[in-house]
């Protein structure tokens, strides 16, 4: 049977909806009437490790058939980031018909890595094997802001035909377990083809030909000076897109998952949603992140379902597992007094929380394994509600980068036994922690971390840090 891609219908559900909730109160039933795609429960799979997601993303590409459109905020220069590329030339010339197209961070892929030499970064990479195999693997460069430290291109999620491999793993050595060392996320496939349109849509409808967008493989990208007021144009309309679909019901032996879209503090509909997520909390809460920095709407969220008595998880990376981390023999860079700014603040909240923490009400728990680093974005509600998610859960992800995520409405329960083996291979390697003492307190950091961070608390620039960071 031939392709084709659908349409998006003129009316999405999700719109109108999302009027009638805008300012209410009532959450839960408003969590409950989210439109969704109904999804087969058999077509949702969790995967387990990344080597796991490594393979799977390889295996999908080679058997891709008609497309392969991808979202990352970077495909590295590295081993990893080469074989993936590699991959993707060779479906090409395996099916001439593919349509394979990439969509990068603009600035993130025309820069070197932070404390390296200053290069042309990953776009040097795309343009040479461009040069070596053709045309037909297109990469392009999606700039939401004039600067990258403004905001960043921070979508997620791999569509290879009907398929969507969604993860908040970006592509290169570590994400991908190329060698030894790992940094862990959460990895999901889903089969089903009114998701996969769904988020196609948006990358060929509204990014692909945008005059901000610009393919980084062949060489003829403009400096940013020049597409500065496109760059601008491009923000306006991403803050108001959507992911179109048409709102189905769910059946027996189905789940809904509902694509949602953020850009900016208003109207983002993934911010509010994921607000509505954490309030309608009744028994249990789980929250991933691996910056210990949450927007202050998200805290008071997690503060209000703390003190209405639902058990609430936090699982989060020790900052040695942080990837911004140096350790201590190594040179310092500014960059690494992050995570220990990050561990500053949960220090003050589980302080603020110990009686919790006592009752074993609030659990926190660090991640740390050997020297492998931590990814995990996203949300466990109930036993009904999940949330996918490359959003950070701070307050660059919440007012400056464009994020998109999946919620997971599982009435039926159906997923239950994928949840809790999900979350039982992330403790395997967390500890509970009993006390906000079992933390380090400032003054044991490092000299040069202390000096930063009490210079930066002198002129309240701490904050400012925690709003960009």
């Given at each position: 049977?031939?392709?084709t891609?659908?349409?998006?219908?003129?009316?999405?559900?999700?719109?109108?909806?999302w009027?009638r909730?805008?300012g209410?109160?009532?959450?839960?039933?408003?969590?409950?009437?989210?439109?969704?795609?109904?999804?087969?429960?058999?077509?949702?799979?969790?995967?387990?490790?990344?080597?796991?997601?490594?393979?799977?993303?390889?295996?999908?590409?080679?058997?891709?058939?008609?497309?392969?459109?991808?979202?990352?905020?970077?495909?590295?220069d590295?081993?990893?980031?080469?074989?993936?590329?590699?991959?993707?030339?060779?479906?090409?010339?395996?099916?001439?018909?593919?349509?394979?197209?990439?969509?990068?961070?603009?600035?993130?892929?025309?820069?070197?890595?932070?404390?390296?030499?200053?290069?042309?970064?990953?776009?040097?990479?795309?343009?040479?094997?461009?040069?070596?195999?053709?045309?037909?693997?297109?990469?392009?460069?999606?700039?939401?802001?004039?600067?990258?430290?403004?905001?960043?291109?921070?979508?997620?999620g791999?569509?290879?035909?009907?398929?969507?491999?969604?993860?908040?793993?970006s592509?290169?050595?570590?994400?991908?377990?190329?060698?030894?060392?790992?940094?862990?996320?959460?990895?999901?496939?889903?089969?089903?083809?009114?998701?996969?349109?769904?988020?196609?849509?948006l990358?060929?409808?509204?990014?692909?030909?945008?005059?901000?967008?610009?393919?980084?493989?062949?060489?003829?990208?403009?400096?940013?000076?020049?597409?500065?007021n496109?760059?601008?144009?491009?923000?306006?309309?991403?803050?108001?897109?959507?992911?179109?679909?048409?709102?189905?019901?769910?059946?027996?032996?189905?789940?809904?998952?509902?694509?949602?879209?953020?850009?900016?503090v208003?109207?983002?509909?993934?911010?509010?949603?994921?607000?509505?997520?954490?309030?309608?909390?009744?028994?249990?809460?789980?929250?991933?992140?691996?910056?210990?920095?949450?927007?202050?709407?998200?805290?008071?969220?997690?503060?209000?379902?703390?003190?209405?008595?639902?058990?609430?998880?936090?699982?989060?990376?020790?900052?040695?597992?942080?990837?911004?981390?140096?350790?201590?023999?190594e040179?310092?860079?500014?960059?690494?007094?992050?995570p220990?700014?990050?561990?500053?603040?949960?220090?003050?909240f589980?302080?603020?929380?110990?009686?919790?923490?006592?009752?074993?009400?609030?659990?926190?728990?660090?991640?740390r394994?050997?020297?492998?680093?931590?990814?995990?974005?996203?949300?466990?509600?109930?036993?009904?509600?999940?949330?996918?998610?490359?959003?950070?859960?701070?307050?660059?992800?919440?007012?400056?980068?464009?994020?998109?995520?999946?919620?997971?409405?599982?009435?039926?329960?159906?997923?239950?036994?994928?949840?809790?083996?999900?979350?039982?291979?992330?403790?395997?390697?967390?500890?509970?922690?009993?006390?906000?003492?079992?933390?380090?307190?400032?003054?044991?950091?490092?000299?040069?971390?202390?000096?930063?961070?009490?210079?930066?608390?002198?002129?309240?620039?701490?904050?400012?840090?925690?709003?960009?960071?």
């Open positions: 049977m031939e392709y891609q659908t349409q998006p219908p003129k009316t999405n559900g999700f719109a109108s909806a009027k909730w805008r209410r109160a009532n959450d839960r039933p408003l969590v409950d009437g989210l439109p969704c795609i109904p999804v087969a429960t058999e077509q949702f799979k969790t995967l387990t490790s990344p080597e796991d997601f490594r393979e799977t993303l390889l295996a999908q590409i080679a058997q891709a058939r008609h497309r392969i459109l991808m979202t990352t905020l970077y495909l590295q590295d081993e990893a980031g080469r074989e993936v590329l590699s991959a993707l030339y060779a479906a090409r010339k395996a099916q001439p018909q593919l349509e394979i197209a990439v969509f990068v961070d603009w600035h993130r892929a025309q820069r070197g890595l932070i404390g390296k030499a200053r290069s042309e970064g990953n776009a040097a990479l795309y343009k040479d094997m461009a040069r070596r195999f053709g045309p037909g693997v297109e990469i392009y460069g999606v700039p939401v802001q004039r600067r990258e430290f403004m905001g960043v291109m921070h979508l997620k791999f569509i290879i035909d009907d398929s969507v491999l969604y993860s908040g793993a592509l290169n050595d570590v994400y991908l377990q190329q060698h030894q060392r790992y940094r862990l996320d959460r990895y999901h496939l889903i089969r089903n083809r009114i998701l996969a349109d769904s988020m196609a849509d990358l060929t409808g509204v990014l692909r030909d945008n005059p901000a967008v610009h393919a980084l493989d062949t060489g003829k990208a403009p400096k940013t000076i020049a597409i500065l496109a760059i601008a144009r491009l923000r306006r309309t991403l803050a108001k897109a959507l992911y179109h679909f048409a709102d189905g019901s769910i059946k027996p032996g189905e789940i809904g998952i509902t694509p949602l879209l953020g850009l900016g208003r109207h983002n509909e993934l911010n509010a949603t994921l607000l509505k997520l954490i309030r309608h909390a009744e028994q249990r809460l789980v929250l991933f992140t691996p910056y210990f920095n949450l927007p202050g709407p998200i805290r008071k969220a997690v503060d209000t379902r703390i003190k209405a008595g639902c058990q609430v998880t936090i699982v989060l990376g020790d900052k040695t597992a942080n990837d911004f981390y140096i350790p201590p023999d040179p310092f860079k500014t960059i690494g007094a992050l220990y700014l990050y561990e500053a603040n949960l220090r003050r589980c302080k603020s929380h110990q009686r919790a923490i006592d009752a074993g009400q609030l659990n926190v728990h660090l991640w394994h050997a020297d492998n680093t931590f990814h995990l974005k996203g949300l466990l509600v109930d036993e009904d509600y999940a949330l996918l998610t490359g959003n950070n859960l701070n307050p660059r992800a919440w007012r400056l980068d464009l994020e998109n995520g999946l919620v997971i409405h599982d009435p039926q329960k159906l997923l239950i036994n994928q949840h809790l083996a999900e979350l039982e291979g992330f403790m395997a390697h967390t500890r509970r922690l009993d006390h906000h003492s079992g933390l380090d307190a400032v003054d044991t950091y490092p000299l040069q971390v202390q000096r930063l961070i009490k210079r930066l608390a002198r002129v309240r620039a701490d904050r400012l840090v925690n709003q960009v960071m």
